[in-house]
């Protein structure tokens, strides 16, 4: 058969709020299990705009259960159209963190080779 252009298949991804670049000050929240932090809940310095959730990986089975937790209400808050302030609140109201601090976000960044 001869070659023919194709259409990019079209994939499905779950609702959610943009993500910020990690680059100046933002405000950090990390998140507990007995503990253990399971991620880092971020967003840029005055911006409710973009919202970033970091996991940590190998968690244990408690942890993982609260990692699922944050993530299924980021998603469904984002699913409802609802503002990111509110998935904000909710996060905090349902799961052990530490304070909010303020501080670098280049931290969570890859190193860049070179």
């Not at 409802?80 to 905090?92: I, K, Q, S, T």
Request: hydrophobic share 35%; proline share 11%; glycine share 10%.
């Amino acid at each position: 058969m001869p070659w023919r252009p194709q259409p990019m298949d079209l994939a499905y991804s779950p609702p959610g709020y943009p993500s910020h670049d990690y680059r100046g000050e933002g405000e950090i929240v990390a998140v507990r299990c007995v503990g253990e932090v399971v991620g880092h809940l971020t967003r840029k310095a005055g911006d409710w705009d973009s919202l970033g959730w970091l996991p940590r990986p190998d968690l244990s089975e408690d942890a993982g259960t609260v990692r699922e937790i944050v993530e299924g209400i980021l998603r469904r808050y984002a699913a409802e159209g609802r503002p990111m302030v509110d998935a904000w609140a909710h996060v905090l109201n349902s799961t052990q963190h530490d304070r909010p601090v303020t501080g670098p976000l280049d931290v969570f960044r890859p190193a860049e080779a070179g």
